[in-house]
């Protein structure tokens, strides 16, 4: 078939579009490199790329909830310590809202929602539509692995922009994700845009960029749409590592009030019902707080894992091998690396290159202190969990040089920089 052509003065209509998409196991993949680095190279407007969404959505199956409605549907662009989806899901279904969820595993230095929650023993990911399905009518949540069925189409496009460098391109980007969130069927969607060194897009312009288009694309689907911009110049929280990631969330559930994390999801929370109900009780960040405090997101967040088989009464995995790096000397902690520690983390086996790479759900690092907070000399910064000396080793030497220590109290960072609706 002829291959539409991507020009800067030209634009390519919604039929040329789909022909293309529908026509993809077909075309030569050098056929489609070139089209991917023509879209990088000049772009596409937001028809165009909303086109290309639908297109890719409908290579697969599209989703209906029907009768369980009014429905949520979350998508984090990823980074370091990012729990944030365990814990927004038994929070807004705690509050009456349900919550379908089908999520990733983790790449390179970001983690993965599936891989966290195959932490707990026995959790089943692996849920068909139809359990999902039963689940949400019984408990108001599910949260499964993305199947194959999916936007098929994404895939394929993926996967060849992975080994041609064509994967940083907002367009590509934005009807990457937003085909999932089509074809997953929620009429609301609420995105987590983030931006900083452990983040996919490090620059705050292209972050908001993304945003925008992805919300603009939502918006021409019929979707109720919003996406924040929030920060990943640090890690979330304080423990990054698969196990110890559940760990933090059931920490939090449980009415533990950890700074970045819980005024997150909160604010996450809100700006999600309010897309279902634009004109929410007054005290809405009251009662949301008070459903964790109170621990009925926790008591959902159980009902959950009992209902995919989990059990949390055998524990999480533990690493073997746990070593304490120390303060050289008396100051405020400077910004902790993101990407640094995500990199640390990675090669201590909690993530995984290729996809089908295994990983280990013990290791990870838990910070004692976090950036801003005053420390003397010789007293515990933070702790790498492994599973030898040998890679506790290795993550000390690489750690060492990242964590700076001042005279000065450095600015707080901004949580969240800009909602996009």
């Known amino acids: ?53 639908l297109a890719m959505a409908k290579s697969g199956t599209i989703l209906s909830w029907e009768g369980l409605e009014p429905t949520i549907d979350k998508h984090s662009s990823g980074g370091i310590g990012d729990k944030i989806t365990l814990l927004f899901a038994p929070l807004v279904a705690a509050y009456g809202i349900n919550i379908p969820k089908l999520s990733g595993r983790g790449l390179e230095i970001s983690g993965g929602t599936i891989d966290k929650l195959e932490s707990i023993s026995d959790f089943n990911t692996n849920l068909s539509i139809d359990q999902m399905k039963k689940q949400i009518q019984e408990i108001g949540i599910a949260i499964s692995s993305t199947t194959k069925d999916l936007a098929p189409a994404d895939k394929k496009l993926y996967a060849i922009r992975d080994i041609t460098g064509t994967v940083d391109s907002i367009p590509l980007i934005a009807s990457s994700i937003m085909s999932k969130k089509f074809a997953g069927g929620s009429k609301n969607i609420i995105l987590d845009v983030k931006t900083g060194s452990g983040a996919f897009l490090k620059e705050l312009s292209e972050s908001k960029k993304l945003a925008y288009t992805m919300v603009s694309i939502g918006k021409k689907l019929n979707k109720n749409i919003k996406a924040l911009v929030t920060d990943m110049s640090q890690p979330l929280g304080f423990k990054i590592g698969n196990g110890l990631e559940i760990e933090e969330v059931l920490e939090v559930l449980s009415g533990k009030d950890i700074f970045d994390l819980t005024e997150l999801v909160i604010l996450l929370a809100i700006e999600a019902i309010t897309l279902i109900n634009p004109n929410p009780e007054f005290n809405l960040e009251e009662k949301l707080r008070k459903i964790l405090l109170q621990g009925s997101a926790l008591q959902k967040f159980k009902e959950m894992v009992k209902a995919q088989k989990g059990d949390l009464e055998k524990g999480l995995p533990k690493a073997k091998h746990i070593e304490v790096i120390k303060s050289t000397s008396s100051g405020f902690i400077g910004n902790i690396d993101a990407y640094c520690i995500g990199k640390v983390v990675h090669m ?49 030497v690489m750690l060492e040089s990242s964590i700076k220590i001042g005279h000065n109290k450095p600015a707080k960072s901004k949580l969240i920089h800009e909602i996009v609706k």
Not at 381 to 390: D, Q, R, T, V
Request: negative net charge; charged residues 35%.
């Open 1 to 53: 078939m002829m291959i539409p052509t991507k020009q800067k003065s030209k634009k390519l209509t919604k039929e040329e579009i789909n022909s293309f998409i529908s026509n993809l196991n077909s075309i030569k993949d050098e056929e489609i490199i070139d089209w991917l680095k023509a879209v990088k190279e000049h772009g596409l407007d937001d028809e165009e790329t909303s086109h290309l969404t």
């Open 348 to 396: 201590l086996g909690a993530g995984r290159t290729k996809t089908t790479d295994s990983i280990d759900h013990s290791v990870g690092i838990t910070l004692i202190k976090k950036a801003g907070e005053g420390v003397r000399e010789n007293e515990p910064i933070l702790e790498i969990h492994a599973k030898n000396k040998e890679d506790a080793t290795k993550a000390r």
